[in-house]
């Protein structure tokens, strides 16, 4: 079957989620990295055991919750940030390979889609932000359902709506956790493998992998 649509992750795969903090890197300190890395673990974290649980908050809220969660574990890092470091998340920077790469497989007459665990407005701010709105079709957030990914229903929101197979989506992400979801949900997957991590998940792997989306 022909690939009819081509559905992103937005967190990581499109957008850059750790442009926030490296905006504010002198003012954060030496250990401004690995505070973003675990401003976004507990983020994740959160979503996946709020789904667990039953318990679902929208992703904004979660993402404050891990920020102010991460300023404990750092104390040296000036609260002060919080408000500029909130801010700068409404306006991520995309990848410099995406906008051409979402207008050449739109160009070629596929869907162009994302879905994400985002808050439809964090996504409408990030795709505006990016000057995207021309080339996505749709925006799929999960707080239509109010589960969080890997959730299954959460990929289903995409075949429901394009009355598709799953095997006709070809799924990108930079999250592996993501494409073994998406994979045992039946899409064609690429693992966009940007930090260059070890495989997991070796059961549900990926179709493709690769370091960026400009050779998809």
Same mark, same amino acid.
């Given at each position: 079957?022909?690939?009819?649509?081509?559905?992103? +992750?937005?967190?990581?795969?499109?957008? +850059?989620?750790?442009?926030?903090v490296?905006?504010?890197?002198?003012r954060?300190?030496?250990?401004?990295?690995?505070?973003?890395?675990?401003?976004?673990?507990?983020?994740?974290?959160?979503?996946?055991?709020?789904?667990?649980?039953?318990?679902?908050? +929208? $992703?904004?809220?979660?993402?404050?919750?891990?920020?102010?969660?991460?300023f404990?574990? $750092?104390?040296?890092v000036?609260?002060?940030?919080?408000?500029?470091?909130?801010?700068?998340?409404? &306006?991520?920077?995309?990848?410099?390979?995406?906008?051409?790469?979402?207008?050449?497989?739109?160009?070629?007459?596929?869907?162009?889609?994302?879905?994400?665990?985002?808050?439809?407005?964090?996504?409408?701010?990030?795709?505006?932000?990016?000057?995207?709105?021309?080339?996505?079709?749709?925006?799929?957030?999960?707080?239509?359902?109010?589960?969080y990914?890997?959730?299954?229903?959460?990929?289903?929101?995409?075949? &429901?709506?394009?009355?598709?197979y799953?095997?006709?989506?070809? $799924?990108?992400?930079s999250?592996?956790?993501?494409?073994?979801?998406?994979?045992?949900?039946?899409?064609? &997957?690429?693992?966009?493998?940007?930090?260059?991590?070890?495989?997991?998940?070796?059961? $549900?792997?990926? +179709?493709?992998?690769?370091?960026?989306?400009?050779?998809?």
């Open positions: 079957m022909s690939t009819a649509a081509y559905v992103f +992750d937005a967190y990581g795969t499109l957008f +850059d989620v750790h442009a926030a490296r905006r504010h890197a002198e954060a300190g030496p250990d401004y990295q690995i505070f973003s890395e675990m401003w976004r673990a507990k983020q994740l974290e959160y979503s996946w055991v709020r789904t667990l649980m039953g318990a679902y908050r +929208d $992703f904004w809220s979660l993402t404050e919750e891990a920020l102010d969660y991460t404990e574990r $750092f104390p040296g000036d609260r002060k940030l919080r408000a500029d470091l909130l801010a700068a998340y409404w &306006t991520l920077d995309c990848y410099p390979e995406v906008p051409a790469v979402l207008k050449d497989i739109k160009a070629h007459g596929a869907k162009v889609a994302i879905l994400s665990n985002g808050s439809p407005l964090m996504l409408a701010a990030a795709v505006k932000n990016a000057a995207l709105e021309t080339v996505i079709d749709d925006v799929f957030s999960v707080d239509a359902l109010g589960l990914k890997t959730a299954p229903a959460v990929y289903e929101l995409v075949t &429901t709506t394009y009355r598709l799953p095997d006709a989506v070809s $799924f990108q992400s999250n592996r956790w993501d494409a073994a979801g998406a994979k045992k949900f039946g899409f064609r &997957t690429v693992w966009v493998n940007r930090s260059r991590m070890p495989d997991e998940y070796g059961d $549900f792997p990926p +179709d493709l992998i690769l370091p960026s989306l400009e050779s998809l």
